[in-house]
């Protein structure tokens, strides 16, 4: 039987389009007994995809957010993003279902033309 938690799938197999629109920015904080620290490990990047608008949010690891929420809040156009190494990982829930990750190495802003 195939363990779906050790499926890595690419970010284009779940949204047939790569450009999303951000929507907030959270931080991920380290867990030490199942307790969060005061440690910012990462950042998670909330988005919805321009076809199905889903909401998804994808954990990118670092020291300082590509993009603060503060400039979220202030722009008056949607922010485009894409994400470099995309993937999504199953897991499972208490109740017995199966819910997604999602993680990627970097963001990047996608400028109009």
């Known amino acids: ?8 799938i690419p ?4 949204f047939s ?3 999303f629109i951000l929507l907030n920015v959270y931080t991920v904080k380290e867990f030490l007994d199942n307790k969060p620290t005061d440690k910012i490990i990462g950042y998670k990047y909330e988005c919805v995809d321009t076809d199905t608008f889903e909401k998804f949010s994808v954990k990118i690891l670092g020291q300082k957010p590509i993009i603060s929420q503060d400039i979220i809040d202030g722009t008056e156009n949607h922010i ?7 993937i999504v990982k199953p897991y499972m829930i208490p109740s017995g279902g ?3 990750s999602f993680q990627a190495s970097s ?3 996608i400028q109009d033309k």
């Open 107 to 109: 963001i990047k802003v």
């Open 80 to 86: 485009k993003v894409s994400f470099n190494d995309a």
């Open 98 to 100: 199966v819910a997604l």
């Open 17 to 19: 389009n790569d450009i």
């Open 1 to 8: 039987m195939i363990n779906i938690t050790k499926l890595n």
């Open 11 to 14: 970010l284009n197999i779940i």
